[in-house]
């Protein structure tokens, strides 16, 4: 697949969907992608991109950034205090924020550095043990108080158990953000991501389905 096949099936979901044309990001996630895979997204005029990992898009993205102009990245993966603060210097957003510490930290970073990226908070829809995020019962009091800490909440993300219906933790995490008057939902992965945007996904997250299978070896 590609990045132009990609944004022609979200063109097309949002149309399906009765949604306004362009709706939806495309968030490219390049983690473990080689560098080549990535320029080659840069020099189709793509700007917005996902990694996993603080240290390798310290490694990757400021020399791009050099490059290209109007590069943002976005923080997909966990996030553990100690990188918050570099985390904040590379990142224009975080999808990621899961706790009280981490909200607590991001805010004391925040009056320092002046600026905060865009956050969202991680809700674990499917109740899983193993998986990070907030649990659905704990959100409406975790996203009172990452507002009460002056916090940028543009809205919710999940990443739905792989044995289970995508589209019921999308339309769970729609139904939170609502109830919390948050329009932002970062939902929907290659597999899944026109089943979010017809369940309102403002960002989608893409890896494989544009720069093809990463190799782990
Ligand atoms: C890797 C990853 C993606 C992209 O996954 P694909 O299946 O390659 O599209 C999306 N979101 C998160 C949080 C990820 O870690």
């Known amino acids: 697949m590609s990045l132009s096949e990609i944004q022609a099936r979200i063109a097309k979901a949002e149309k399906t969907a009765n ?68 985390a904040m210097e590379l990142f224009q957003a975080i999808h990621s924020l899961d706790r009280p510490k981490l909200a607590k930290t991001l805010a004391r970073l925040a009056q320092e550095l002046g600026h905060c990226p865009t956050l969202f908070i991680q809700v674990n829809t499917g109740e899983e043990p193993q998986k990070s995020g907030v649990l659905p019962a704990d959100t409406d009091s975790f996203v009172a108080e990452c507002r009460a800490l002056d916090l940028p909440i543009a809205g919710l993300m999940c990443i739905p158990p792989v044995d289970q219906e995508a589209s019921l933790h999308f339309a769970l995490l729609g139904n939170i953000a609502k109830r919390n008057d948050l329009v932002g939902l970062s939902m929907g992965m290659s597999s899944d991501f026109e089943k979010a945007v017809a369940l309102g996904a403002t960002h989608v997250r893409v890896g494989s389905a544009i720069f093809g299978a990463r190799d782990y070896s």
């Open 19 to 86: 949604r306004a044309p362009g709706s939806v990001q495309l968030i490219a996630v390049s983690k473990v992608q080689p560098n080549d895979r990535v320029e080659a997204v840069l020099q189709q005029g793509h700007r917005l991109f996902g990694e996993n990992k603080v240290q390798e898009a310290a490694g990757k993205w400021p020399a791009f950034k050099q490059a290209y102009r109007g590069v943002q990245v976005h923080l997909l993966g966990p996030l553990q205090t100690n990188k918050a603060r570099q």
